[in-house]
């Protein structure tokens, strides 16, 4: 009987967590006509895919320097330019908004990584590509995808979102401004 009980609450539980994921369909950026996939998890409308915009000003990267990468997975940017990035009527995600998707997902396990991943449930899609440490080094393409908020932590560091393929997780953590992680915009 427990066993019946369980598979009943997880089928419920598969059904409203496929029920937030609404895809609304595309946004194209103004400034330079790349079209992104959007979709509203809960109330809040986001890109599903990772930003791509190359600034005429700030510190940005393609994946190991190697533009092939831009079309698939975005730049990489720095804290500050990753800020001002974002278009009109989009903004960085504050942590709050993170929490509150990671919250919709699961919470911090396996079902959140399950979700946000691409070809994932939500529709957010997340594509891991990697970052680049504040020396110029990158790492972990395939591996992990740090996404930048816009709440700092400390007077060198922010806040970012992380899914980790390696132990199939979804967490907040900080690191240095430097660093270069993707940026994926919020609707206003």
Avoid at 29 to 44: A, F, L, N, S, W
Avoid at 49 to 59: H, Q, T, V
Avoid at 118 to 131: A, H, L, R, V, W
Wanted: glycine share 8%; aromatic share 16%; proline share 4%.
């Amino acid at each position: 009987m427990k066993s019946k009980s369980f598979l009943v609450a997880v089928t419920i539980i598969v059904i409203a967590l496929n029920s937030m994921a609404q895809v609304e369909g595309t946004f194209t950026d103004p400034r330079d006509g790349k079209i992104y996939k959007t979709v509203k998890i809960g109330t809040q409308t986001m890109m599903a895919e990772n930003l791509a915009y190359k600034p005429a000003s700030g510190n940005y990267w393609a994946f190991n320097a190697d533009p092939k990468y831009i079309p698939t997975n975005g730049y990489l940017y720095d804290w500050e330019t990753a800020k001002k990035a974002c278009p009109a009527g989009w903004h960085l995600p504050a942590k709050k908004e993170y929490d509150t998707l990671i919250k919709i997902a699961g919470g911090n396990s396996e079902g959140p990584f399950d979700y946000l991943i691409k070809y994932g449930d939500s529709g957010f899609s997340s594509s891991e590509s990697g970052y680049r440490d504040g020396e110029g080094m990158f790492f972990d393409f395939d591996s992990k995808a740090s996404f930048w908020c816009s709440t700092p932590y400390l007077n060198d560091q922010a806040w970012y979102l992380l899914l980790d393929r390696d132990d199939t997780s979804v967490k907040m953590s900080y690191a240095k401004k430097t660093f270069g992680f993707s940026v994926r915009c919020f609707k206003d």
